[in-house]
């Protein structure tokens, strides 16, 4: 059984999360506590770890060939975890989701084409658009009975003959909004109707919290198949993010052959080994474990939202339906938004993704990590109850 409230010291063991706290956040204390990037503060799972010491104990670590057996375990996750079939020749890896994006929209689109975002969503979409010379139109989500939906009928009256991809993220980062069945085929008719290029970000799919169910574009909305190309990974579910491998997924042979063509002339249709080994052993090996981290997940989202609505009067939780990345408004406090970041980062020592960075719609909230044990999340429980403690008169 996995011990989630162990706390693991990661300074200076090149932990982004941790070692670059500092020089990014300007939060030099010693017991500063970051609550930011999308990474978990968790023990891989025990058939990751027996894999890479096996790997480890052979000693000889020479070029990592066939990756079919990876892309064979990928295949068999998604059908036990979410009912859903595909074929492994589907499957093109890439260092990461992120770097993935940046294929696709070089496979896909030219310079200066425009690519639809949903905002608020995860900033690193932002960031390779425009690495990629290309423009993001943004389709600002709307929130309604807390939770975020998608205007696709002012998102039509945007659109430009240069209008040629659509970034999803499914689940929502940083909402946590889990689409259901009619959101997903809705957005796929539209894709269809104006001959658009589907971009499914599912890294999230496997991080559902209580009775949620993710579906997965395809299954939603087959039909869109042919536009369709979905990006997974084991990095998020099971704390490998320094693995950095993902996976593109397509059943579209043209489409898939554009990508790898991308790959081969990046230089990146070789794979890392380590990471290749780790993903590959938390899919065939991650289910137990998996299940013990979500409740655990769940209790920490809980913990956090009761704990800080209370030490801050009228800040407000979107209610999370999956990820462990709490969405939280302040704008009901009546303090600024410099002030709200100014009490988190200087009196309370914890470093957190400013709303702003995630496009329109962010300016008044702060995405808080709460992967944590829960003995380090309560001491930033108490150290934002303690920044906030004027406002209870």
């Known amino acids: 059984m996995s011990d989630f409230d162990r706390v693991i010291e990661r300074r200076g063991t090149h932990a982004t999360k941790w070692d ?10 010693a017991d500063g506590i970051p609550m930011w990037v999308a990474d978990m503060d968790f023990a891989a799972p025990p058939g990751v770890t027996q894999a890479l010491a096996a790997v480890v104990e052979r000693g000889v670590h020479g ?4 990756n079919g057996s990876w892309a064979a375990a990928l295949a068999d996750w998604l059908a036990r975890r979410h009912g859903l079939s595909i074929d492994p020749e589907w499957v093109s890896p890439t260092p990461g989701v992120v770097s993935g994006l940046g294929l696709i929209l070089q496979a896909v689109s030219e310079p200066g084409d425009e690519v639809v975002v949903f905002p608020p969503a995860y900033h690193a979409f932002r960031k390779i658009i425009l690495a990629n010379e290309r423009r993001i139109l943004d389709a600002q989500l709307v929130e309604r009975q807390g939770r975020y939906v998608m205007d696709l009928d002012a998102l039509r009256a945007m659109l430009t003959p240069r209008t040629k991809v659509v970034f999803f993220c499914s689940p929502h980062n940083p909402g946590g909004t889990v689409w259901s069945a009619d959101e997903i085929k809705a957005l796929a008719g539209f894709c269809t109707e104006h001959d658009l ?15 949620a169910k993710h579906i997965p574009t395809i299954a939603a909305a087959p039909e869109v198949a042919d536009r369709l190309i979905t990006c997974v990974a084991a990095t998020k579910t099971f704390n490998l993010a320094g693995a950095h491998v993902g996976a593109c997924v397509t059943s579209n042979p043209e489409l898939k052959r554009k990508l790898d063509a991308r790959i081969a002339a990046s230089g990146l249709g070789s794979y890392a080994a380590f990471g290749m080994i780790a993903t590959e052993a938390a899919w065939r090996t991650g ?14 989202r809980d913990l956090l939202d009761s704990r800080i ?13 999956a990820t462990y990345l709490a969405w939280v408004n302040f704008s009901g406090t009546g303090l600024k938004a410099e002030d709200v970041a100014k009490r988190v980062s200087e009196r309370a020592r914890i470093f957190v993704s400013p709303g702003a960075q995630f496009g329109p719609g962010g300016e008044t909230w702060l995405r808080f990590n709460f992967a944590t044990p829960r003995p380090i999340l309560r001491e930033a429980l108490d150290r934002l109850d303690d920044a906030f403690r004027d406002l209870r008169g």
């Open 20 to 29: 670059m706290m500092a020089k990014l956040s300007g939060i030099n204390a």
């Open 63 to 66: 070029y990592y060939a066939d």
């Open 197 to 211: 290029i589907l971009v499914s970000d599912e890294i999230h799919c496997d991080l559902v919290l209580d009775s």
């Open 287 to 300: 289910d137990a474990w998996l299940d013990e981290l979500l409740p655990y997940l769940a209790g920490n």
């Open 309 to 321: 609505e209370a030490a801050a009067p009228g800040a407000r939780s979107m209610r999370l339906d």
